[in-house]
């Protein structure tokens, strides 16, 4: 039986260590995220989800490959289902159009060779149009945090299996943004490098000459760990470029946006007060600030969609869209139909292609050792919010991602703060394609200059103090969140004190007990205390097992209350029990 507690946060430096001294195997990795995966089976996170016989094969080969000399080795990452995985189905958001490829996609290729395992294929906006995560026939991926709000797409799936433990990296992909929002939104970093520096070959195009591969992870020095094993010019790929691992450097200069910006969506007064707050950590970095013009960036961003590139994935998807009608989601469609109007004419894109030209003239002068910050999302949606509008709202996730690709950007979006609980907000930093150095030093740097976060404890909760109850705001006020559903072991009695109001008790038995019902939080380990304090004879805190072993902190009983209390363990939930008074 495992001992050792795998953390919802799966980071690699804390894998290869568990790995290096065998308190850890790999096959009881794999087990608890195909147990996760299957926890959030509603979160519509996964196209083809964990499975052990996909993954088996990936566990087996590690035998034959050297820990020290393979830096990823057990390590498992998701793939965004319009990258090949050899011998599955690639979908790319759509049942109708799915392949199955004999080969692996070259960045695939590249990460399973230093030892990384594929663990399944993730839920995306079809076809990769969207920046919102709901435009799927799979279903909306839910926000890891808040699932009433978005995922961000159109590589949701990917962000969500990394903030929810399922895996320890993702691959994206990123046309307008995609790589970049769903990072902003899940509370993660999300890596785009320059055009071409990742081979795109097994990417299902959505503009060719614009799409990048991208890496989510939990911090910047893991993102780069990928980035230097999938770099590379891949000889088969006309769209690959040989351009060098990143060294880390500061830049001398940070632009910033001198106009007020636009905030939108239920927490734009919070956005905007997390932009404020972010702009007085970066002038703490000592770098030179310079307040510049944004509005060639807007009107460049603007050519993606109502300019006539939007053509060039009508150019790749037209033919099946045409010859398979009423498959595709309708919103996607709609998008896409856009591209075959009559504008769009040759003579729409050279005129494009020249004022592009000049915009990346100006870009190229005003980012010599430089790099610009702007937020990464100007504020986010629920889902409901999209339904109504999936136009607009989708249009205004992509406002400060959309020039990127066009200007032959570099970029990385990283967290700068809360704008309220479970509510992240991130910034990203934009340089030239041959400075991609100049992104990892000022992010790196503004990284470094934050407050360090609280130390966290989990606490396994089976009564009032559960979402809906009386007692939630308790836990929300000591900086509590939720973070899933559980089981107890079947070690325990499940008894209804005699108090008003009623309240459960959890008591550990020797045998003949039963597993019970319960949700686990997350709380700063600075306020687990208090908390403790406030807990009324015969309850308290104590350890709680859970049906996988783990022990875990949590609300318990003491045996003596038994005698006056009703044995209630057959209900297994207190959540039943109510719904019976």
């Known amino acids: 039986m495992r001992n050792l507690e795998i953390p919802m946060k799966l980071t690699l ?23 996760r995966s299957q926890d959030d089976e509603e979160m519509n996170i996964w196209i083809t989800a964990p499975q052990m016989a996909l993954i088996q094969p990936y566990l087996e080969r590690l035998s034959a490959l050297d820990f020290e000399s393979s830096p990823l080795w057990g390590i498992p990452f998701a793939i965004k289902d319009n990258i090949d995985l050899a011998n599955v189905p690639t979908t790319a958001g759509c049942a109708e159009y799915s392949y199955t490829p004999t080969e692996h996609a070259s960045v695939v290729e590249r990460l399973i060779a230093a030892g990384a395992i594929p663990v399944g294929k993730t839920n995306l906006d079809q076809f990769a149009t969207g920046l919102v995560g709901t435009r799927s026939p799979y279903g909306e991926t839910h926000n890891s945090l808040r699932p009433e709000l978005i995922s961000g797409g159109s590589s949701s799936g990917s962000a969500v299996s990394v903030a929810r433990g399922q895996v320890v990296f993702s691959l994206g992909t990123d046309t307008a943004g995609s790589g970049r929002v769903p990072a902003a939104l899940n509370n993660l970093v999300g890596l785009k490098p320059s055009l071409g520096a990742w081979p795109t070959k097994g990417v299902v195009p959505a503009c060719a000459s614009l799409d990048c591969v991208t890496v989510f992870s939990h911090n910047l020095e893991e993102a780069y760990k990928v980035d230097a094993i999938a770099r590379g010019l891949d000889q088969e790929d006309p769209w690959s470029r040989d351009l060098a691992i990143p060294q880390a450097k500061l830049p001398k200069k940070i632009c910033l946006p001198k106009d007020d910006l636009m905030f939108y969506g239920p927490f734009a007064e919070e956005y905007k007060k997390a932009w404020d707050g972010a702009v007085n950590q970066i002038k703490q970095l000592n770098i030179q600030i310079e307040y510049i013009d944004y509005q060639f960036f807007a009107e460049a961003a603007a050519i993606l969609y109502d300019g006539p590139f939007i053509a060039e994935r009508w150019a790749d998807l037209g033919g099946f869209i045409n010859n398979h009608p009423g498959v595709t989601f309708s919103v996607t469609e709609k998008v896409l139909r856009s591209g075959s109007q009559p504008k769009h004419d040759a003579a729409s894109v050279f005129h494009s292609m020249h004022k592009l030209q000049e915009y990346k003239l100006k870009a190229s002068k005003l980012l010599h050792d430089a790099v610009l910050v702007t937020p990464t999302a100007g504020g986010t949606w629920t889902r409901d919010q999209v339904r109504v509008d999936p136009i607009k709202t989708n249009s205004d996730m992509g406002l400060y991602t959309n020039h ?7 970029a990385v979006a990283i967290q700068a703060r809360e704008v309220a609980p479970n509510l992240p907000f991130g910034i990203t930093f934009f340089a030239l394609s041959h400075n991609e150095g100049l992104i990892a030093g000022a992010a790196e740097a503004f990284v470094n200059k934050m407050p360090a976060k609280q130390e966290t404890t989990l606490v396994a909760v089976c009564g009032l103090h559960m979402r809906g109850f009386p007692l939630e705001k308790q836990m929300l006020e000591f900086g509590a969140s939720f973070i899933r559903e559980d089981v107890t072991a079947e070690k325990y009695q499940f008894v209804k004190l005699p108090t008003e109001p009623a309240k459960p008790g959890l008591i550990k038995k020797q045998t003949g007990g039963k597993a019970i019902e319960l949700e686990i939080w997350e709380m700063p380990l600075s306020s687990f205390g208090a908390l403790a304090a406030l807990i009324p004879a015969p309850l308290g805190m104590g350890k709680v097992e859970l049906q996988d072993g783990i022990e875990v902190p949590g609300f318990i009983c003491e045996g003596y209350a038994a005698e006056a209390a009703e044995d209630i363990s057959d209900a297994g939930s207190w959540r039943k029990i109510l719904l019976e008074i």
């Open 404 to 410: 990127c690709n066009l200007l032959d950007l570099c």
């Open 13 to 35: 430096n804390w894998l290869r260590e568990k790995y290096a001294t065998k308190e850890l195997k790999p096959e009881e990795v794999i087990e608890a995220i195909i147990q």
